[in-house]
């Protein structure tokens, strides 16, 4: 079991490696026939200079990625090979919530063999071209409220997915689907208006005109707007975004104050008319009932593996135990996701270009739309055209040169 395992896990890492080098080579070939490749609406607007740049930024965070992933890789294997599990699970499981503790154990340990990763991708890569602005001071404050509110939500929940294993019987898995799908409807309220504020500062949209639009694209399109919020995004990036969060009362649209500063209001209107477009065309409801789907699969095959002495012998784990079988569960689901994540992101990427349709009926503003993602795709140092199989496997978002062909750019 275990080589079976291990030999999966190498096989999706080289498997990324060659995606991942195929593209660099990809977008760099491309450098010299930039007038061939790009749309005419790009070869105006983004320079040699401003290509190559955004190829070096892509080529940093690729190196970055491959080698993080080929450490955490190490990780995972070490722990598979001498069931590294096994002497946390026997210190804590004798304690009080001793099983609890071990998952917060595990999750204190995954935070901090991550904390180098983030401090070189803060400090050093997203310095070296420009983005990072954030401080060591907020950077600690966040890394302690996050871990403050990671062991704040999930300890009680852990307890009651626990509870429910030790008394539901063999059906635990679906009542710890439904505990963990009223917790993400809990959080869809929550978020917006009790955790993004401890760690950015929102405040509502002063531009007059700029709101008499909103409000005038908000009634054209029947959106009920809750607020219009501009999020201190400066703080930490140069990186500019716009969101849409929240269900019922805590539904809010918020702009990121890097993008506010960068666009002109009919810019605005259609990066917002975008967003509204995947809110009346049921992309985020669409996009909710996947992730739920996922999570009761997830539940139902951890079940399977609880069921499975053999599985858990495999492995080097004398009898199965929920608590282990979660973290095993988390450290194999890679290769899973390497089949899920195509099929999710090709969906995702045919929303954003219904998104964009819908913002361009909304509007009537192709220019504008266009331009707004041409500043955000040159302020972002993003590759406007990436190899087609890499983009198929990892991108959300259509490139910028195929989304300007679907916009008649």
């Given at each position: 079991?275990?080589?079976?395992?291990?030999t999966?896990?190498?096989?999706?890492?080289?498997?990324?490696?060659?995606?991942?080098?195929?593209?660099?080579?990809?977008?760099?070939?491309?450098?010299?026939?930039?007038?061939?490749?790009?749309?005419?609406?790009?070869?105006?607007?983004?320079?040699?200079?401003?290509?190559?740049?955004?190829?070096?930024?892509?080529?940093?965070?690729?190196?970055?990625?491959?080698?993080?992933?080929?450490?955490?890789?190490?990780?995972v294997?070490?722990?598979?090979?001498?069931?590294?599990?096994?002497?946390?699970?026997?210190?804590?499981?004798?304690?009080?919530?001793?099983?609890?503790?071990?998952?917060?154990?595990?999750?204190?340990?995954?935070?901090?063999?991550?904390?180098?990763?983030?401090?070189?991708?803060?400090?050093?890569?997203?310095?070296?071209?420009?983005?990072?602005?954030?401080?060591?001071?907020?950077?600690?404050?966040?890394?302690c409220?996050?871990?403050?509110?990671?062991?704040?939500?999930?300890?009680?929940?852990?307890?009651?997915?626990?509870?429910?294993?030790?008394?539901?019987?063999?059906?635990?898995?679906?009542?710890?689907?439904?505990?963990?799908?009223?917790?993400?409807?809990?959080?869809?309220?929550?978020?917006?208006?009790?955790?993004?504020?401890?760690?950015?500062?929102?405040?509502?949209?002063?531009?007059?005109?700029?709101?008499?639009?909103?409000?005038?694209?908000?009634?054209?399109?029947?959106?009920?707007?809750?607020?219009?919020?501009?999020?201190?995004?400066?703080?930490?990036?140069?990186?500019?975004?716009?969101?849409?969060?929240?269900?019922?009362?805590?539904?809010?649209?918020?702009?990121?104050?890097?993008?506010?500063?960068?666009?002109?209001?009919?810019?605005?209107?259609?990066?917002?008319?975008?967003?509204?477009?995947?809110?009346?065309?049921?992309?985020?409801?669409?996009?909710?009932?996947?992730?739920?789907?996922l999570?009761?699969?997830?539940?139902?095959?951890?079940?399977?593996m609880?069921?499975?002495?053999?599985?858990?012998?495999?492995?080097?784990?004398?009898?199965?135990?929920?608590?282990?079988?979660?973290?095993?569960?988390?450290?194999?689901?890679?290769?899973?996701?390497?089949?899920?994540?195509p099929?999710?992101?090709?969906?995702?990427r045919?929303?954003?270009?219904?998104?964009?349709a819908?913002?361009?009926?909304a509007?009537?503003?192709?220019?504008?739309?266009?331009?707004?993602?041409?500043k955000?795709?040159?302020?972002?140092?993003?590759?406007?055209?990436?190899?087609?199989?890499?983009?198929?496997?990892?991108?959300?978002?259509?490139?910028?040169?195929?989304?300007?062909?679907?916009?008649?750019?």
């Open positions: 079991m275990k080589l079976i395992l291990i999966v896990l190498v096989a999706h890492f080289f498997w990324e490696l060659f995606l991942s080098v195929r593209n660099d080579l990809f977008i760099k070939a491309n450098d010299g026939r930039l007038d061939e490749v790009l749309p005419r609406a790009l070869r105006d607007r983004i320079s040699r200079e401003d290509y190559r740049r955004a190829v070096e930024y892509s080529s940093a965070k690729t190196v970055f990625g491959l080698i993080q992933s080929a450490l955490s890789l190490v990780l294997i070490a722990v598979l090979e001498w069931t590294l599990l096994n002497p946390i699970d026997q210190w804590f499981v004798p304690l009080p919530l001793g099983r609890v503790g071990f998952l917060l154990a595990i999750l204190l340990i995954v935070q901090i063999v991550g904390l180098p990763f983030d401090l070189y991708r803060t400090f050093v890569l997203e310095k070296r071209f420009g983005f990072n602005k954030t401080t060591p001071r907020v950077f600690l404050l966040d890394q409220k996050s871990l403050f509110l990671s062991l704040l939500i999930l300890t009680p929940l852990l307890w009651l997915l626990l509870l429910l294993y030790d008394v539901t019987g063999p059906t635990w898995w679906v009542w710890g689907f439904l505990l963990f799908s009223a917790f993400q409807f809990l959080m869809l309220i929550l978020y917006p208006l009790v955790i993004a504020p401890l760690f950015n500062t929102f405040v509502p949209l002063e531009d007059a005109a700029l709101l008499e639009g909103i409000r005038a694209l908000t009634d054209r399109v029947k959106f009920p707007l809750k607020g219009v919020f501009v999020m201190d995004g400066s703080k930490r990036s140069g990186h500019s975004n716009a969101y849409f969060t929240g269900i019922g009362k805590s539904k809010r649209i918020v702009f990121f104050d890097t993008l506010v500063d960068k666009l002109t209001h009919s810019e605005l209107l259609t990066v917002l008319a975008h967003e509204l477009g995947h809110f009346k065309l049921n992309h985020v409801k669409l996009q909710l009932l996947i992730s739920l789907g999570s009761g699969v997830g539940f139902y095959a951890l079940s399977r609880l069921a499975s002495d053999a599985f858990f012998a495999g492995l080097g784990y004398a009898t199965p135990s929920i608590h282990v079988g979660i973290v095993l569960l988390m450290m194999l689901l890679s290769p899973v996701e390497m089949v899920i994540a099929l999710f992101n090709l969906l995702s045919r929303h954003e270009y219904a998104a964009d819908f913002a361009l009926d509007t009537e503003d192709r220019g504008s739309l266009a331009t707004a993602l041409i955000l795709n040159k302020d972002n140092l993003s590759v406007p055209l990436v190899h087609p199989l890499y983009s198929f496997v990892h991108h959300s978002h259509p490139p910028l040169a195929e989304r300007l062909l679907a916009l008649g750019q």
